[in-house]
C-alpha cells in the first residue's frame, strides 16, 4: 500500500475533506479522501438521494485544430465523428498488442475543439500516446492541474444543482454538456455524465473557483441531505453498474472485445490496431469479462481465483465487492469463455474455500 508522503499532490480542496473528517489515502499520486461518514452510508445517499465527490484527480486534454477529429480517429476505438457539438462519447485507446491504454470519455466543444477526460493514474501515459500519434499539428494542452472536477450524483442532483445556474439541466440529455455561470463562477462545464449509475452531473471548474463551488453545491443540496462520497462508495457504485475500473478490468493486456466494450469498437474506420481487434471479433475470444454474484455468503475481491466446479482454475477476479444496494457479494472477472453466459455456475476461491458463484448479466443493479 502507498503511503501519504510530501510528494503526493492535493486537490484544491483538500483542506475541506480533512476538515470534514475524511479518511485520506493515497491514489494515483494524490491524497484522496476513501470516506468520510461510511462506505454504506455513502453509497446509500447517492443511490437516494444526493451525494458530491471530488475527483479532481483526473486528468483534461484540449484538441484544438483543423485536424483534431483525424487525431481522435486514429487513436481512439469509437467513432468520434459521430459527436455532435457539446455530446460526450465514451471509447479507449488501444495499444499496438491487443490491450487498452486507457478509457476515457471525450466532449466534443465545435468541429475543431474536443476535451478528453483521462483517468488519473494514465495522464502521463495518455498524453505521451497521444501526442506520439499526433502527426497532425493538432495543438494539445494538459489542463489537468489548472482544473477542478465535481461529480454531484443521485436522483436530487439536479434539484440541488439547477439553484445554481440559469441553463436548463433538465433539457441536457445524458452524455451532453453545456458551459456557462454556475454559483457565481464563469466558465464553468456542466455535463450530464457520471459513475455512479444514479443519475447527475459532473462539474468542471478553474482551481480558483474550487472552493467556492463546493461550498455552493454543498449548501444547495443540504435540503435534500447532501453528503461527500469518497473513493470506497464511488466504486461500490461503480460496481454495481458494471462499469470498467482501469487497472482492474480493463489494462494493457486486455482487449476492448474480451471486456465487453465491442459496443465502443467501431470498425467502421481505421484505429490503432483496429485490424487485429477485427479479427479477434469475427474468429472469437478465448476469455470474457463476466459480472457475477455469489451464491455462498462471501466477498470476493481483486486477483481472487475462479474456478470450474471440479477445482480446475478458469480465471479471476478484476473487482468485487459486497453490494450495499443489493446486500450479497457481486463482482468481475475473466473466466474461459465457456464460463461466459449467464447462469453459468462458478467458484470464486476465498480463503482455501471455493464458494459458489453465478454469471449474471450487468448492470447488477436492475433500474
Known amino acids: 500500500m502507498d503511503t501519504i508522503t510530501d510528494e503526493m499532490k492535493n486537490t484544491a480542496i483538500t483542506h475541506k475533506h480533512i476538515a470534514l473528517g475524511a479518511k485520506m489515502v493515497p491514489f494515483a499520486g494524490f491524497n484522496m479522501p476513501v470516506s468520510y461518514s461510511g462506505l454504506n ?7 437516494n438521494s444526493v451525494g458530491i465527490f471530488d475527483v479532481s484527480h483526473m486528468g483534461e486534454f484540449m484538441l484544438k485544430g483543423e485536424k483534431a477529429l483525424d487525431l481522435i480517429q486514429l487513436v481512439t476505438s469509437n467513432d468520434a465523428s459521430k459527436l455532435t457539438d457539446k455530446k460526450v462519447q465514451y471509447t479507449c485507446l488501444p495499444n499496438d498488442n491487443g490491450g487498452i491504454v486507457d478509457d476515457f470519455l471525450v466532449y466534443r466543444w465545435n468541429r475543431n475543439e474536443y476535451y478528453l477526460v483521462v483517468n488519473a493514474s494514465n495522464i502521463e501515459k495518455d498524453w505521451n500516446w497521444i501526442s506520439n500519434h499526433n502527426t497532425f499539428g493538432v495543438e494539445m494542452k494538459n489542463m489537468s492541474d489548472d482544473l477542478s472536477l465535481f461529480a454531484v450524483q443521485g436522483p436530487k442532483a439536479i434539484n440541488a444543482l439547477q439553484k445554481l445556474t440559469d441553463i436548463d439541466l433538465s433539457k441536457m440529455e445524458y452524455y451532453s454538456f453545456d458551459a456557462g455561470k454556475m454559483a457565481g463562477c464563469d466558465d464553468v462545464l456542466i455535463s450530464n455524465t457520471g459513475y455512479t449509475g444514479a443519475g447527475g452531473f459532473e462539474i468542471y471548474v478553474w482551481n480558483k473557483d474550487a472552493e467556492k463551488m463546493w461550498d455552493a453545491i454543498m449548501e444547495a443540496g443540504k435540503e435534500f441531505g447532501i453528503k461527500p462520497i469518497g473513493l470506497g462508495a464511488r466504486d461500490t457504485l461503480r460496481l454495481e453498474m458494471g462499469f470498467c475500473l482501469y487497472g482492474n478490468d480493463i489494462d494493457d493486456t486486455t482487449s476492448p472485445i474480451e471486456a465487453g466494450l465491442g459496443w465502443i469498437t467501431k470498425f467502421t474506420k481505421e484505429f490503432t490496431n483496429s485490424k487485429d481487434l477485427k479479427q479477434q471479433k469475427e474468429n472469437g475470444v478465448s476469455k470474457k469479462l463476466v459480472g457475477f454474484e455469489m451464491i455462498d455468503r ?13 477445482g480446475n482454475i478458469i480465471g479471476k477476479v478484476t473487482s468485487g465487492t459486497q453490494s450495499p444496494s443489493l446486500q450479497k457479494g457481486i463482482g468481475m472477472g475473466y473466466v474461459k469463455t465457456e464460463f461466459s453466459k449467464p447462469d453459468s455456475e462458478i467458484f470464486i476461491k476465498i480463503r482455501d474455500k471455493n464458494l459458489k458463484a453465478k454469471v449474471v448479466a450487468i448492470p447488477f443493479l436492475k433500474k
Open 41 to 47: 452510508d455513502e453509497h446509500l445517499a447517492v443511490r
Open 298 to 310: 462471501g466477498i470476493p475481491r481483486h486477483n481472487y481465483e475462479i474456478a470450474d466446479a471440479n
